[in-house]
């Protein structure tokens, strides 16, 4: 059995627990939303199919550049770990191979940063700044968020952290998994390019059309698991996770994404309160007036979904992967 990627995912969570993101100049995620702003406009076209190839050249492209890099990154530290190193220099290497692995993976994944956003709006609203709270929800919701009155606001930051599940940490710990981080990287590289440039308005209908659609499918699977273990999470939470169930049974093909309507309605059913997004869906039942203090039982949600989906998933994912010897090529 692998180890090395089982320790590396650990390293990864205690890292993103205990410090959060890096500076964005140390960040590749941000680097690869900096690559992204600086190839739109070359992928810019006055004739929409022109423009709808533009879209998929430049998803392609970043894609292979990064998974590129991260291969020959990975490669190289299997081939150091597999040079003939003995006692106290083997151990060495060995640490050397977790911590760099931990550190990357890391990088794609956004616990303590969702975290830290959502208390910003948090602290805003306990001073009854809601200009201040629209202007920090803006950060983090595509939306606009100008007219959001309090409910609202916070109804918006809930199902942030919802998606944020999924695109911030189940998505890039599946995807790690079974391609290791090749996988976790192309995954995040991807969902930034989703989260950038995935409107359907008039200035990115065709040029994002390829890179949302690749979203939707990579986040298919990981969107109904992140349900599954939420209410799991739920449940250990003493929380009605029967009610969690039911609401992600009714309300998740409410919203326009295939995907996003199944963390949001199970984490609605979990909190037992309503999400709204104005002209757009609701997702649950107003059972008890929505406040702060959801968002905190939220986050709290999101971390103990994260620890069970490790334990139930990535863990014996890898195991069985490494049994089967697909760790030895990923």
Same mark, same amino acid.
């Given at each position: ?94 640490? @050397? ?106 200035? @990115? ?14 986040? @298919? ?110």
């Amino acid at each position: 059995m692998n180890i090395v990627p089982i320790l590396a995912v650990v390293f990864a969570l205690v890292i993103d627990f205990t410090l959060g993101e890096p500076r964005n100049k140390y960040h590749p995620t941000v680097w690869a939303g900096t690559i992204v702003g600086k190839l739109v406009p070359l992928a810019r076209s006055t004739n929409p199919k022109l423009e709808k190839m533009g879209g998929f050249i430049l998803v392609i492209s970043i894609a292979a550049l990064i998974s590129t890099l991260v291969f020959v990154f990975d490669f190289g530290l299997k081939q150091l770990e597999s040079l003939t190193f003995v006692g106290l220099s083997k151990i060495l290497v060995t640490i @050397f191979v977790i911590l760099s692995v931990g550190f990357l993976l890391k990088t794609t994944i956004a616990i303590k940063g969702m975290e830290q956003h959502a208390f910003k709006i948090l602290d805003a609203l306990s001073k009854a700044d809601l200009e201040d709270a629209r202007a920090k929800l803006s950060m983090i919701v595509k939306r606009s968020t100008k007219t959001l009155d309090r409910q609202h606001i916070i109804s918006a930051t809930l199902e942030s952290i919802s998606e944020n599940t999924v695109d911030g940490i189940i998505g890039p710990l599946f995807y790690f998994a079974i391609f290791g981080l090749v996988g976790s990287f192309v995954y995040r590289t991807i969902n930034t390019i989703d989260s950038m440039m995935g409107y359907k308005t008039d200035l @990115f209908r065709n040029l994002g059309w390829f890179g949302a659609n690749c979203d939707k499918v990579l986040n @298919f699977v990981p969107s109904r698991l992140t349900s599954l273990v939420m209410i799991l999470a739920s449940m250990s939470m003493g929380g009605n996770w029967k009610h969690s169930l039911a609401i992600m049974r009714r309300d998740s093909n409410k919203t326009e994404s295939p995907n996003a309507g199944y963390p949001m309605a199970t984490m609605a059913g979990a909190l037992g309160v309503r999400f709204e997004k104005l002209d757009h869906y609701t997702l649950g039942d107003e059972i008890s007036e929505i406040t702060e203090k959801h968002i905190k039982t939220a986050i709290s949600i999101m971390k103990i979904t994260t620890i069970l989906f490790v334990v139930l998933f990535t863990i014996p994912m890898i195991v069985i992967l490494s049994y089967l010897g697909w760790w030895n090529f990923v």
